[in-house]
């Protein structure tokens, strides 16, 4: 495997499900992101770690939980999502701050 | 204002065109700008990463920032049905920030054979 890789690449997922999205990165980096992006809107930055601790937090709800056990994973816990938290979801790493960022192909997630 | 604007297209332009893509901004702090392209049902791939005011080429693909009109471009030339895709355009600043970048809604690029 090479680079970022995401799954499941497909989710559906009723309101009262509790699923988990996982993403690991082959690139040997050490800050790692989860964002989701909707239908004509920008690319929302969600979560950010580096070094396994979370520096960005960005007013998300509560049914949203990240986990970082390592550089090289990160989990996206979801429980009692809503129909709204449809989307894509899209992990991403970089080699600490100021450096690009590279993503991987994204779970389609959707709520019913 | 949104912090980044970004024509969402679609651009449709015959293969060979030179394609000119653009975005502008409202954040002086921003020091960081890249390119990605994005096919449909796919994640964002980086195209071009640059930090200063000036261009920057990458075979077919030229980046050019102006810090001074809050200006970035990306200039495709020789387009190909392959560079059918969203690009989208991010930046971040320097310093503490910096993991964040911001991202423009994407224009949809079709080029046609």
């Known amino acids: 495997e090479t680079g970022v890789t995401q799954t499941p690449r497909h989710l559906v997922m009723g309101m009262t499900n509790k699923k988990s999205l996982k993403c690991e990165q082959h690139l040997g980096h050490n800050a790692m992101y989860w964002y989701k992006q909707s239908a004509k809107k920008p690319l929302e930055l969600m979560f950010v770690?580096?070094?396994?601790?979370?520096?960005e937090n960005n007013s998300v709800p509560s049914r949203f939980s990240p986990e970082c056990p390592n550089s090289s994973h990160l989990f996206l816990h979801l429980h009692t999502l809503q129909p709204e938290d449809s989307a894509l979801y899209l992990c991403?790493?970089?080699?600490?701050?100021?450096?690009?960022?590279?993503f991987g192909p994204g779970t389609r997630l959707t709520v019913l | 204002q949104k912090e980044v604007e970004q024509d969402p297209g679609p651009l449709s332009v015959p293969e060979g065109a030179i394609v000119s893509l653009n975005c502008t901004y409202s954040n002086s702090a921003f020091q960081y700008f890249m390119w990605y392209r994005q096919y449909s049902r796919k994640g964002p791939e980086l195209l071009m990463y640059?930090?200063?005011?000036g261009n920057k080429e990458d075979g077919r693909f030229t980046a050019q920032v102006d810090k001074s009109s809050k200006y970035i471009s990306l200039f495709i030339r020789d387009s190909q049905p392959s560079d059918s895709a969203t690009y989208l355009c991010a930046m971040a600043p320097s310093g503490a920030g910096s993991y964040q970048l911001t991202f423009g809604k994407g224009t949809k690029l079709s080029v046609i054979p």
């Open positions: 770690y580096s070094l396994e601790e979370r520096v």
């Open positions: 991403a790493s970089s080699q600490g701050s100021e450096q690009p960022q590279f």
């Open positions: 640059t930090y200063s005011s």
